[in-house]
């Protein structure tokens, strides 16, 4: 099935725009048992169909896998995702927020990531 006659084809905007989403949503870490870490780059490798729109522009469609469309149609492209804030910005306005927080966040995700156990229930993030 090629992206003209999927259903529901992706778009490469709106793939970009659930990835950020995904990393962003507070639902996504509520039960992360290391719930401090910082992205510093996120680089997606993504197989698209790019085809021409009438006088509008070009359809760049992210292609299923199984998708059906010819291995000539496929492009890659490499997007590369990073955050507007660096990760010391991201600190110092967690420790100005709730110095606790951050404290028992970082002291969690320390131990965890040594081996250890999780000391207290998942954190809520604010």
């Known amino acids: 099935m090629s992206p ?27 039960d992360d048992p290391v719930p401090l870490f910082a992205v510093d780059e996120i680089e997606l490798e993504v197989a698209v169909t790019v085809s021409r ?4 522009g070009i359809n760049i469609q992210v292609l299923n896998v199984g998708g ?9 492209v490499r997007v590369k995702l ?4 660096t990760r010391e910005e991201l600190i110092a306005d967690l420790r100005k927020r ?12 320390l131990n965890l990531l040594k081996g250890g156990q999780a000391a207290n ?3 809520s993030w604010p």
């Open 82 to 85: 990073k955050p507007l804030r």
């Open 4 to 30: 003209k006659t999927d259903p529901k084809p992706i778009g490469l905007t709106e793939l970009i725009y659930q990835v950020k989403r995904e990393l962003l949503s507070p639902a996504s870490r509520q």
């Open 121 to 123: 229930a998942p954190l």
């Open 68 to 76: 059906g469309a010819s291995r000539e149609d496929a492009q890659t």
């Open 53 to 56: 729109e009438g006088q509008a």
């Open 98 to 109: 709730d110095p606790h927080l951050f404290d028992t966040m970082t002291e969690e995700s």
